[in-house]
């Protein structure tokens, strides 16, 4: 396991982060952090039964993560490898249970891999998305959260969306979600013991397109993700930290890569939207600052 030390902070920190979230909005061009990238004709056209990895990184969500890898055990993949790796820190126990758990059962076509980090380096979760990226050896890289589940035909429809393409970042054009649930809602409250493959009920969840390449929908091409890694020329989001970080970093990455990404049809995707965000190590004010942000932007994008 990688080491990793927490710095001291700088007074030049949060100006750091202001600055790499102007520069992300276009204002500065992106050469000047990442001068290249790997061209169309050096990404392999990869056509056949392809390896997809999927990155998911959790802190205090198991109830979401059992949803997530539930949908692999209940939907195995038929024409397609793959790697469900997930980030997790050795202090969240429950976190730890799931995964002793779900490695049990043994799915045809999917390799778990779980890769244990300390906390501070989880709390960037560019850190574990560009360690996944450099060590990945799959066709494409599926960097996503533990709220999103993978039903049927899903990742079948993803590698058949995904043959002879060289596009740096793709993304399914739509997902189905829930409403943005409150924290005493059933859904966000699964049977956690004894642990078991859990399902959700379809009837809750809405289709809602999608425009862009967001977080949990980053799809990148392996010999791209290989080739420059995550936000690795951003030293400042490759900075572990006592508390979690908003994960700004994911505009900073579609920004390095010059693209919003390439829509494409992937059936099966769906996310889980709630209001509170359990993996925050504020203060009580603070995250209900954050919940109460998280109701606006909703209301407002309708």
């Known amino acids: 396991m990688n080491e990793f030390k927490v710095p001291e902070p700088r007074w030049s920190d949060p100006l750091q982060g202001r600055f790499l979230r102007l520069a992300a909005s276009g204002l500065i061009p ?37 949803y997530q890898l539930s949908s692999l055990v209940l939907f195995p993949p038929q024409n397609v490898d793959v790697t469900m790796t997930v980030y997790y820190g050795e202090e969240d126990g429950l976190t730890v249970a799931l995964l002793e758990h779900i490695a049990q059962h043994n799915v045809p076509g999917v390799r778990w891999n779980w890769q244990k980090l300390p906390r501070q380096a989880l709390f960037r979760r560019a850190i574990g ?14 960097f996503t959260d533990c709220d999103l589940l993978f039903r049927e035909g899903c990742l079948d429809g993803l590698a058949a ?15 189905q979600c829930t409403a943005l649930l409150p924290p005493d809602a059933p859904l966000l409250s699964p049977v956690m013991a004894p642990l078991q493959v859990l399902d959700v009920d379809p009837g809750l969840f809405s289709r809602f397109p999608r425009d862009r390449a967001t977080g949990p929908l980053q799809i990148t091409h392996g010999d791209v993700a290989r080739a420059v890694g995550y936000c690795e020329s951003l030293p400042y989001y490759q900075r572990p930290s006592e508390t979690w970080c908003k994960a700004y970093e994911d505009r900073a990455f579609r920004w390095l890569l010059r693209t919003q990404g390439e829509p494409i049809e992937v059936p099966g995707v769906f996310r889980i939207r709630h209001v509170a965000k359990g993996r925050y190590t504020g203060s009580r004010l603070n995250t209900g600052v954050r919940s109460g942000l998280r109701r606006l932007v909703a209301r407002l994008k309708g």
């Open 129 to 142: 998305r560009n360690l996944a990226a450099r060590e990945s050896t799959a066709d494409w890289v599926w």
């Open 30 to 66: 992106a050469r000047w952090f990442l001068p290249d990238l790997p061209g169309p004709e050096q990404r392999a056209a990869r056509e056949g039964r392809l390896h997809i990895e999927i990155v998911s990184h959790c802190w205090n969500y198991a109830h979401m993560l059992v």
């Open 161 to 175: 969306a995904l043959q002879g393409r060289r596009d740096t970042l793709v993304f399914p054009s739509a997902e």
